[in-house]
Nanobody, 120 residues
Framework: QVQLVESGGGLVQPGGSLRLSCAAP????????MGWYRQAPGKERELVAT???????NYAESAKGRFTISRANAKNTVYLQMNSLKPEDTAVYYC??????????????WGQGTLVTVST
């Protein structure tokens, strides 16, 4: 089975910045949308940002103006640039990809997650 690989998480001071990366293996193609989700302890997983194959983006209200999602030219890697981080941003961040296989249908795949901790 295919799997996405996230990296870039860590400990950062409030107001600091962090850049997350998500790499898709070559076996994943025909990707329609990739996105970042996060889950804090005791809370449900929530959408942070998404980007389509046409580079159209969508952000959660809490991320607007602070986070930027982007994709490499080869479309095998997606990034999440996080600025002005707050303690409330502390969570495990997961990368997600939606893709299709002609004659089979639509599929989605997730990464294992990378921990982001915003604290003094």
């Amino acid at each position: 089975q295919v799997q996405l690989v996230e990296s870039g998480g860590g400990l950062v001071q409030p107001g600091g910045s962090l850049r997350l990366s998500c790499a898709a293996p070559g076996s994943i193609f025909s990707i329609s949308t990739m996105g970042w989700y996060r889950q804090a302890p005791g809370k449900e997983r929530e959408l942070v940002a998404t980007i389509t194959s046409g580079s159209s983006t969508n952000y959660a209200e809490s991320a607007k103006g602070r986070f930027t999602i982007s994709r490499a030219n080869a479309k095998n890697t997606v990034y999440l640039q996080m600025n002005s981080l707050k303690p409330e941003d502390t969570a495990v961040y997961y990368c997600n990809a939606n893709y299709w296989i002609p004659g089979r249908g639509d599929f989605e795949v997730w990464g294992q997650g990378t921990l982001v901790t915003v604290s003094t």
